[in-house]
């Protein structure tokens, strides 16, 4: 886990606990929606107060007396929640009265032995002798805020940062990896898996995950963090609001993660939409892992992974780089070959190029085989170098970018392949005319 101190929020549903997280956490990362039960799992997010950085987690609705299984699993994520927090937020909502539920709850805060501050939420005008009534909780002195409106958050923050210790050392740099594809197809079970012990809901219900959640943590002296996601539907199977933001939240933890592991139910075998998710992330630019999960339910012969790899191949013509393992999240079976493979693959899209390698390769392959002419001209490379990594990118000085074709292009970059080890991640190769700026860059 991280090395921050941790700040849990917790409460029962709908009193306004997603509202606060984005308020501390500056920007919109929980989902919020005027329903009870919207977030389901814990989520979290880094920040930052008077010089002092902590983790901030948002958990689902606390119902301590409901049967309801969901509400049931809710409670065990917020349970796990209190019990590795450095401070606790208890949310209730001041426009309404006080219930047993909220007593329950504290009480079991109490027991909890941790630092918890009460903050009553939705008080946009009140006067000192509204607030009287909380310390019935017996938590303490209560903070009036209003999350929606950013008040008073910032007497509560000076207090949870009163009970943190010594600030250590900031954490190194974290290899951030997405967990995507479609719902049910194993994401969360192999999350679980990674990180050794239950830290999102499995259920047998598709769409359990419903944000994309980061979970900060270390192995054999390697820091990450996963990011579990909402499975990815057809557009046209996504109805439900809640339902097409989770979707959206699942693309930006593509976009901000260094690696994407696409877990695929081999039992289905490569469906189109995760050929669409495949082509989301190679688009982004993103070092991935096939991970072909349930492979524990495959009848096999000798000839089994041989022919589901000639699938891979062929539906994934445009990222043929990939990287691919077989395993069964739900045994353990080559699960531990995962974290290996990201970390292996996040090396190779780190690869860099000295200029004077890459221009004999490039310049050498231009001589070896000459680019074809359109309309009595042809395409000559002068210079090249390579700006970037993550991908890695190939910047080509040339006398027309125009005269690129896109299966030269290719053909380049199997000469960059065959000489040095991009194997999981794609690389671009740009082509730049004489007088071009960056927007006159072809991609």
């Not at 049931?72 to 917020?78: M, P």
């Not at 008040?151 to 290899?175: K, S």
């Not at 690869?351 to 392959?365: K, P």
Request: aromatic share 8%; net charge negative; with cysteine.
């Amino acid at each position: 886990m991280s090395a921050n101190p941790l700040i849990a929020i917790v409460g029962r549903p709908n009193v306004g606990k997603s509202t606060l997280f984005n308020k501390i956490a500056g920007r919109k990362i929980s989902i919020t929606e005027n329903r009870p039960g919207v977030t389901r799992d814990r989520l979290y997010a880094d920040a930052e107060w008077r010089g002092k950085k902590f983790t901030v987690v948002d958990t689902g609705g606390i119902e301590l007396n409901s049967e309801d299984t969901m509400w049931r699993e809710i409670l065990r994520q917020a349970d796990a929640a209190i019990d590795v927090a450095d401070v606790i937020l208890l949310m209730v909502d001041g426009k309404e009265e006080l219930t047993s539920s909220d007593y329950d709850v504290a009480e079991k805060l109490r027991r909890s032995q941790k630092p918890v501050i009460l903050v009553v939420n939705k008080v946009d005008n009140f006067s000192h002798d509204k607030l009287f009534e909380y310390y019935a909780l017996g938590l303490g002195e209560p903070y009036a805020v209003s999350a929606e409106h950013s008040q008073g958050i910032g007497d509560v923050l000076d207090e949870a940062v009163a009970h943190f210790g010594e600030g250590e050392e900031e954490d190194a740099e974290r290899l951030k990896i997405a967990v995507v594809g479609k719902p049910n197809a194993g994401k969360s079970s192999l999350v679980n898996r990674i990180l050794g012990f239950e830290r999102t809901i499995v259920t047998n219900i598709a769409g359990t995950t419903r944000d994309a959640i980061d979970t900060p943590f270390e192995l054999d002296g390697q820091k990450y963090t996963i990011i579990d996601t909402a499975g990815i539907r057809k557009k046209k199977n996504v109805n439900d609001d809640v339902e097409y933001y989770s979707v959206l939240r699942a693309f930006d933890a593509v976009r901000r993660a260094d690696v994407c592991l696409l877990v695929v139910d081999s039992g289905e075998g490569l469906t189109e939409q995760d050929v669409k998710i495949a082509g989301y992330v190679h688009e982004q630019g993103k070092p991935s892992v096939i991970v072909m999960n349930k492979w524990d339910l495959v009848e096999k012969d000798t000839k089994t992974i041989n022919k589901f790899e000639e699938k891979l191949q062929n539906d994934l013509k445009f990222m043929d780089y990939y990287k691919s393992v077989y395993i069964s999240a739900k045994t353990g079976q080559r699960a531990e070959k995962v974290l290996k493979i990201a970390r292996e693959v996040y090396g190779h899209a780190n690869v860099r190029v000295s200029t004077g390698t890459l221009n004999d390769l490039i310049l050498d392959a231009v001589r070896t085989n000459e680019p074809p002419s359109y309309n009595g001209r042809r395409l000559k490379v002068y210079y090249c170098n390579q700006p970037s990594v993550c991908p890695p990118t190939f910047v080509l000085f040339v006398n027309d970018a125009e005269l690129m074709h896109f299966s030269y292009k290719r053909y380049l970059e199997n000469v960059l392949r065959r000489s040095f080890d991009f194997s999981g991640t794609p690389i671009r190769i740009v082509a730049r005319g004489r007088g071009e700026n960056e927007s006159g860059m072809m991609g």
